[in-house]
């Protein structure tokens, strides 16, 4: 099957990029704890990442695979990678513009995304946050050109290279905290980690345009021009922007609200993220970015019910992944956070602030996940419009639930808003596609999900009893704390999956046989 081959291999690389994203995590709450510095490099590091993930894997992506999928079907390879090089022109110019703009007012900006640093008067926070902003946002351009081809090569089936560059960020990161650790860095470590960042978007984008070369699909810089498909693709990039980035821009305000809150919120905001970013990354990017070219070339082609059929087994997929990936860390959030993260300046408080945010953001994991199967619904028929209004009425419902949830839970109340706004998202998008013919549920998923729900609350009871079990737990060395994780990680997981394939929620013979072919394929 194309579609489980496609997933596994973003998938795979995804997993080993967010376990090396783990050790980087960890070496930086060491060095920098959940402190002023800490938070400086988390808003400078969240800043680019925001205009990559709405301008260049959101808007663009969204925009650019069905448009490329069209013409790679009807007109051909040579004329696919023309309409490429057209677009990357002015890819390059608008991200040129948009950093010397940023980066000239880039007081500015971070006074709008955490206003608190300036408003406690923490000034050295806030300058810190400036410099540190300055370096790494010209990593956005690298970035958007890696899209930009990242979507070439998705749509020609080629999902290594794209899924495997995020790779290099990570390494480059540990090995900057690395120098600064044995002494041989002469800047602090939050300089360090922000010159990283730059050197990583560098080699990632590298490492994507070798791959493109390869495959004959690196495009030419043309001299900038209007086509008939360009001015296509900026129409559909404007809603696409909010549309496709719904969750980047809640993170962002999230950010902004948690800088109104004492110092800490933000880093254990970011922290718990990045545990979660382990399901979403592994399972919803993947579905999703397998998924967006596939629909798209089926619908081109006139194959509705193969299109249909695709839908139907992504979201099946998503959701066997998905859902005891959400019960696991609501039943133990400290358990994990506690054995990742504290060392160093990190202590037992963060740790215990850390795990309440982190339990109330994997109440939205599903959603999200969801969200990222279903959007490609829309956009691979070219509609963006749909998903900009869902996304802003998901936006405006996460502004008000957090203003109401920070007063009671703090950084918590925040997560939590994040993740009810994330269930409207998803169960209106559901809605509209089902209103309009396209996401006809077929007997076999509304067969297994429900068996699906039952076996993750068995498991999740299930850690949450072992966790109980063992409260003095805490206070043990680390590789006790790592061993008992462990071993409710291994129980959990595999009573999950038995229960599954026992009440017919999966039917784990059929996604090896999948693997099975995609090893003998390769």
């Known amino acids: 099957m194309a579609l489980v081959k496609s997933i596994a291999t973003v998938g795979g690389w995804t997993?080993?990029?967010?376990?090396?994203?783990?050790v980087r995590d960890a070496l930086m709450a060491g060095v920098l704890g959940a402190g002023p510095a800490a938070e400086a490099f988390v808003v400078a590091f969240r800043l680019p990442n925001l205009f990559r993930r709405l301008f260049a894997e959101g808007a663009l992506n969204a925009a650019l695979v069905p448009l490329y999928a069209k013409r790679l079907e009807t007109e051909g390879k040579e004329s696919a990678v023309r309409f490429g090089g057209e677009a990357a022109v002015l890819l390059v110019l608008f991200m040129l513009l948009l950093t010397v703009l940023a980066m000239a007012f880039m007081?500015?900006?971070?006074?709008?995304?955490?206003?608190?640093?300036?408003?406690?008067?923490?000034?050295?926070?806030?300058?810190?946050?400036?410099?540190?902003?300055?370096?790494?946002?010209?990593?956005?351009?690298?970035?958007?050109?890696?899209?930009?081809?990242?979507?070439?090569?998705?749509?020609?089936?080629?999902?290594?290279?794209?899924?495997?560059?995020?790779?290099?960020?990570?390494?480059?990161?540990?090995?900057?905290?690395?120098?600064?650790l044995v002494g041989l860095a002469e800047l602090p470590p939050a300089e360090m980690l922000a010159w990283g960042v730059f050197a990583g978007g560098v080699a990632q984008f590298g490492l994507i345009a070798w791959d493109a070369h390869r495959a004959g699909l690196l495009p030419h810089l043309p001299r900038p021009t209007l086509s008939r498909d360009v001015k296509s693709l900026l129409r559909l990039m404007g809603p696409g922007v909010i549309s496709a980035g719904v969750s980047q821009i809640n993170t962002v305000v999230s950010t902004i609200l948690a800088s109104l809150l004492p110092t800490g919120a933000i880093a254990h905001l970011y922290y718990a993220d990045r545990v979660a970013q382990l399901p979403l990354g592994v399972i919803g990017v993947a579905v999703s970015v397998a998924l967006l070219p596939l629909l798209s070339r089926q619908l081109s082609a006139g194959e509705d019910a193969a299109a249909r059929e695709s839908l139907n087994r992504s979201l099946e997929i998503g959701l066997l992944f998905t859902l005891p990936a959400a019960a696991a860390l609501i039943a133990m959030p400290f358990p994990v956070v506690d054995v990742l993260f504290r060392r160093g300046e990190f202590g037992i408080g963060d740790s215990a602030s850390t795990a309440y945010v982190l339990a109330a953001m994997a109440a939205g994991l599903p959603p999200v996940v969801l969200?990222?199967?279903?959007?490609?619904?829309?956009?691979?028929?070219?509609?963006?419009?749909?998903?900009?209004?869902?996304?802003?009425?998901?936006?405006?419902?996460?502004?008000?639930?957090?203003?109401?949830?920070?007063?009671?839970?703090?950084?918590?109340?925040?997560?939590?808003?994040?993740?009810?706004?994330?269930?409207?998202?998803?169960?209106?998008?559901?809605?509209?596609?089902?209103?309009?013919?396209?996401?006809?549920?077929?007997?076999?998923?509304?067969?297994?999900?429900?068996?699906?729900?039952?076996?993750?609350?068995?498991?999740?009871?299930?850690?949450?009893?072992?966790?109980?079990?063992?409260?003095?737990?805490?206070?043990?060395?680390?590789?006790?704390?790592?061993?008992?994780?462990?071993?409710?990680?291994?129980?959990?997981?595999?009573?999950?999956?038995?229960?599954?394939?026992?009440?017919?929620?999966?039917?784990?013979?059929?996604?090896?046989?999948?693997?099975?072919?995609?090893?003998?394929?390769?």
Do not use: C
């Not at 997993?15 to 783990?22: A, D, E, I, K, P």
């Open 371 to 522: 969200v990222k199967i279903l959007s490609p619904a829309f956009f691979a028929r070219r509609d963006t419009r749909t998903p900009l209004l869902i996304a802003i009425a998901s936006m405006a419902a996460n502004l008000a639930l957090a203003f109401a949830l920070m007063r009671v839970l703090g950084a918590a109340g925040i997560a939590l808003a994040a993740s009810l706004a994330g269930w409207g998202n998803a169960v209106l998008m559901g809605w509209i596609l089902s209103r309009r013919g396209h996401l006809p549920l077929d007997a076999r998923f509304r067969r297994r999900v429900p068996r699906l729900v039952l076996s993750a609350v068995v498991m999740g009871g299930l850690l949450y009893g072992g966790t109980m079990l063992a409260p003095g737990m805490v206070d043990q060395p680390f590789l006790l704390r790592a061993g008992y994780l462990a071993v409710l990680v291994a129980a959990g997981g595999a009573l999950y999956f038995v229960l599954a394939q026992i009440t017919g929620g999966a039917d784990l013979r059929e996604v090896k046989r999948a693997l099975t072919r995609r090893r003998k394929a390769s």
């Open 15 to 22: 997993m080993m990029s967010r376990v090396l994203g783990f």
């Open 107 to 180: 007081p500015f900006v971070i006074l709008a995304l955490a206003p608190g640093f300036k408003a406690d008067g923490t000034d050295g926070v806030f300058a810190l946050a400036v410099t540190l902003s300055t370096i790494t946002f010209p990593y956005l351009t690298f970035m958007a050109l890696s899209a930009l081809l990242s979507g070439m090569l998705n749509t020609a089936g080629r999902f290594g290279a794209a899924a495997a560059a995020p790779l290099l960020l990570n390494v480059v990161l540990i090995a900057a905290m690395g120098l600064h």
